[in-house]
C-alpha cells in the first residue's frame, strides 16, 4: 500500500525539480559538445594506430611488448633513494646487534665472575664448617677422655717410646715423656706388659694428643713439635707391642682402652667413612692408600700360599703316632720346615707393618695421624679396616679378589720400594704428606686397579 502511494507521488516529485533537467537539457544543445564527440574518434584512431606499429615492430624483432620505460635519470635517482635508505638500515640493524651482542658477552662475563666469587665463598665456608664439626667433635671426644675414670694418669712406674733407641745393657730402649718425665722402658719389659697397664698408658698419649689437637697454633711452633713426639712415641709403643706381646695386642683389640675391661664395641665401616670424611684426605692420598693396600695384601696372600704348599710337601709319617718315621728324618725334615716358617712369618710381619707405618707416617699428616688415633678411642686404630672401607668407597677390589689373582703378580720391585720409602721417612716428615713413589705401570684406583703392578705370572716366596 505504501509503494503504490509513493508512485503515484513520483511524476509531482520530478516536476518539483526543474532546474537540473534544464541544465542537462542546455549542455546537450551546446555545439562545442558535439565537436568533441566527433573528435574523440579521430584521436583514439590515431592512438591506436601508433601502439599497434609499436606492438609490430617489437613482434618483428623478438621483443615482448612492454610499457615505455620511464626516464632514466629519474629512475636512477629514485632507485639511489631506495637503496641509500635500505643501507642505512642494515647498518643501524647491524649496529644494534653488535652493540646488544657485546651486552650480552659483557653480561656473562660479569655473572661468571659473581658465580666464580660464590663458589669460592660457598667452598672457604664448607671448609670453615667442617673444621668447626672436626673440632666439635674433637671437643666431644677429649671431654670423655677427661670425664673417664683413669684419666689423672701418673708414672705408675711406666716408660714410653721414642725413635731414639738407647742401649741399657746391651738391650735398646723406649723413650717416654708422658707426665712431664722423662722415662725409660727396655723391649723386655714391653713384652711383659699387661692389657691394663698399656690402656694405662694409651690414654695418656691419646688425651695429651687430643689436648694438642685443640690447639690452632701455626705449624713449627712448640705445640706441633710435642704433637710429633706424642705420634712418634704412640707408634713405636703400639709397634713394639705387635712384633713381642702379641697377647696384650689381642686384649687391646677386643677390650676397653678407659678401662681395660674386655668390650663388644668395634670400630666398623660406618666410623671409618666418617672418619675418611673428616679427614678430607687429597686425591693423591687416596691413590697412595690403596696402592700399599693392594700390594700389602698381594704379597700376604703369596706368604700365606706359600707357607700352604711347604707345609702339603711334609710327609704324612712325620705326623704319624703308628708308623714312626726314623728321628733322623725328622730332625732335616722339620728343622728346614721351621727355618722355612721363621723367614715367611717375619717376612708377612715385615710387610704389614711397614705398611701400617707408611700410612700412618708417610701418607698421613700428623693431624691426620693423631685425629685418627684420638677418635678411635677407647679402641685401636685398625689400618686394615680402614684401607678396606677406602677401598669399598672408591670401587677397589675385594680382599678375596685380590688373594685370587696374588699368584699372579710379582710384589718383589714394589716390596723394595716400600722399604725405601719407610727409610726416607723421618722425624721432621710426621706433619706432611710423603707422596708414594710409584712405578711407570702403576694404575690409579678403581675396579679394576688391582692389575696396577701386575709383572709377571708366578710369584717368590
Not at 361 to 390: C, K, N
Request: charged residues 20%; negative net charge.
Amino acid at each position: 500500500m505504501q509503494l503504490a502511494a509513493y508512485l503515484e507521488q513520483a511524476p509531482s516529485l520530478i516536476k518539483s525539480v526543474p532546474e537540473p533537467l534544464d541544465a542537462l537539457d542546455s549542455l546537450l544543445a551546446s555545439p562545442s559538445m558535439w565537436e568533441l564527440d566527433a573528435m574523440l574518434p579521430d584521436q583514439l584512431e590515431n592512438s591506436s594506430d601508433r601502439s599497434g606499429a609499436r606492438a609490430q615492430t617489437a613482434f618483428a624483432s623478438g621483443e615482448s611488448a612492454a610499457p615505455a620505460a620511464p626516464n632514466n635519470k629519474q629512475f636512477a635517482r629514485s632507485q639511489y633513494r631506495v637503496d641509500a635508505g635500505e643501507d642505512r638500515k642494515l647498518a643501524m640493524s647491524r649496529e644494534v646487534q653488535k652493540r646488544f651482542r657485546q651486552r650480552q658477552k659483557a653480561r656473562k662475563a660479569s655473572i661468571e665472575t659473581e658465580l666464580d666469587a660464590t663458589k669460592a665463598d660457598l667452598q672457604e665456608l664448607r671448609f670453615r664448617q667442617q673444621q668447626l664439626e672436626s673440632r666439635n667433635v674433637l671437643l666431644e671426644r677429649v671431654a670423655k677422655i677427661n670425664n673417664a675414670d683413669n684419666v689423672t694418669l701418673s708414672a705408675q712406674g711406666l716408660v714410653c717410646p721414642s725413635l731414639a733407641r738407647k742401649a741399657i745393657s746391651g738391650e735398646p730402649v723406649l723413650i717416654i715423656t708422658l707426665w712431664d718425665q722423662h722415662h725409660s722402658m727396655t723391649v723386655d719389659a714391653v713384652s711383659r706388659m699387661s692389657t691394663k697397664e698399656f690402656s694405662h698408658l694409651w690414654t695418656a698419649y691419646v688425651h695429651n694428643m687430643g689436648r694438642l689437637l685443640l690447639d690452632n697454633s701455626d705449624r713449627g711452633t712448640d705445640t706441633e713439635q710435642a704433637l710429633i713426639q706424642m705420634l712418634t712415641e704412640a707408634a713405636c709403643l703400639h709397634c713394639c707391642i705387635s712384633a713381642y706381646n702379641v697377647d696384650t695386642l689381642k686384649a687391646a683389640l677386643a677390650s676397653r682402652l678407659d678401662t681395660g675391661l674386655p668390650s663388644d664395641r668395634h670400630l666398623g665401616d660406618a666410623f671409618y667413612s666418617q672418619f675418611l670424611a673428616m679427614a678430607d684426605l687429597s686425591e693423591q692420598q687416596t691413590e697412595d692408600m690403596l696402592h700399599l693396600r693392594r700390594m700389602c695384601i698381594t704379597r700376604r696372600g703369596q706368604l700365606a700360599n706359600c707357607r700352604k704348599a711347604k707345609l702339603s710337601q711334609i710327609p704324612a709319617e712325620c705326623f704319624s703316632d703308628i708308623h714312626m718315621p726314623h728321628p733322623a728324618e725328622n730332625v732335616v725334615k722339620l728343622h728346614s720346615l721351621g727355618a722355612f716358617v721363621r723367614e715367611n712369618g717375619s717376612e708377612d710381619f715385615k710387610v704389614w707393618s711397614a705398611t701400617l707405618c707408611a700410612c700412618l707416617r708417610g701418607v698421613l699428616t700428623g693431624r691426620q695421624h693423631a685425629m685418627a688415633l684420638v677418635h678411635a678411642y677407647p679402641s685401636l686404630l685398625r689400618i686394615d679396616d680402614m684401607l678396606d672401607s677406602l677401598a669399598v668407597q672408591q670401587n677397589e677390589a675385594s680382599q678375596l679378589q685380590l688373594l685370587a689373582d696374588a699368584h699372579t703378580v710379582d710384589t718383589a720391585p714394589h716390596c723394595k720400594d716400600l722399604y725405601a720409602y719407610i727409610d726416607s721417612l723421618s722425624e721432621a716428615s710426621i706433619p706432611h704428606y710423603v707422596p708414594f713413589p710409584r712405578r711407570a705401570n702403576s694404575g690409579s684406583s678403581g675396579a679394576a686397579s688391582s692389575d696396577s703392578f701386575l709383572l709377571a705370572a708366578g710369584s717368590d716366596c
